[in-house]
């Protein structure tokens, strides 16, 4: 079984520039979320969606937003980047099995250098 | 709220030697944790997870955890350290506010040497 997909793996852009990053799911899974990684922050919680739907987000400025499609797939957007937004973002799939123990799994990541 | 607090950010052992990671947590709720590697270039990958069913987890690659209310602590153990051990490794919470929403500990960078 295929395991989660992000595209692009590398992305360069300039700040003020918009930017639009896509996960594919695990077959079968239903649930996406988006972390972002810095060096200086950790690993932070964007959002979740499931069934198309955002069902949990996490404390990041509305220049960052989503949406999943019907085929769960998920898709990221930033808007008016700044440098701070310099990160790597990991998608995560799961089962959802409507309990707070799933075990989600990652992709490989999309690494964002804003310039 | 729940938080997650691993002590050391780096950790130096020799092959063959123990590995130690050390784990708190903060819950208001009964805790899910979990503990995830990250190797160079790459996404994260589940080692373990603790469920209440039993405290101490066996996970992947040797590496064990053991759950202790009385200390909030959930610390990973492996008995021998290989070089292929060489990673970033990270505890993590699950939030009460959802079922996918993971809060990271800042994580400890293990460095394994000859």
């Known amino acids: 079984k295929a395991g989660v997909t992000q595209t692009p793996r590398y992305l360069i852009k300039t700040r003020g520039q918009q930017v639009t990053l896509s996960c594919s799911p695990i077959s079968g899974h239903r649930s996406v979320s988006w972390y972002q990684q810095t060096p200086g922050q950790g690993l932070q919680f964007l959002f979740e969606?499931?069934?198309?739907?955002?069902?949990n987000k996490g404390n990041f400025p509305g220049r960052f937003s989503g949406r999943q499609f019907s085929n769960s797939r998920s898709e990221m957007n930033v808007s008016t980047l700044e440098l701070g937004d310099s990160a790597l973002y990991l998608c995560a799939s799961s089962l959802d099995l409507q309990t707070r123990n799933n075990e989600q799994f990652f992709g490989p990541g999309t690494r964002l250098t804003v310039l | 709220a729940q938080s997650v607090t691993q002590l050391g950010s780096h950790v130096s052992v020799s092959e063959g030697a123990l590995v130690l990671l050390r784990c708190n947590y903060s819950?208001?709720?009964?805790?899910?944790l979990f503990w995830y590697v990250q190797y160079p270039n790459q996404g994260l990958q589940l080692l373990l997870k603790y469920t209440s069913a039993a405290t101490l987890v066996k996970g992947i690659n040797g590496f064990e955890a053991e759950f202790k209310k009385s200390e909030t602590s959930f610390h990973l153990t492996k008995p021998s350290a290989h070089m292929s051990d060489a990673a970033e490794y990270f505890c993590?919470?699950?939030?009460?506010?959802?079922?996918?929403?993971?809060?990271f500990g800042a994580g400890t960078r293990l460095a394994v040497h000859p």
């Open positions: 993590a919470v699950s939030d009460s506010g959802g079922y996918n929403k993971l809060i």
């Open positions: 969606y499931f069934s198309e739907t955002q069902r």
């Open positions: 819950s208001s709720v009964p805790p899910y």
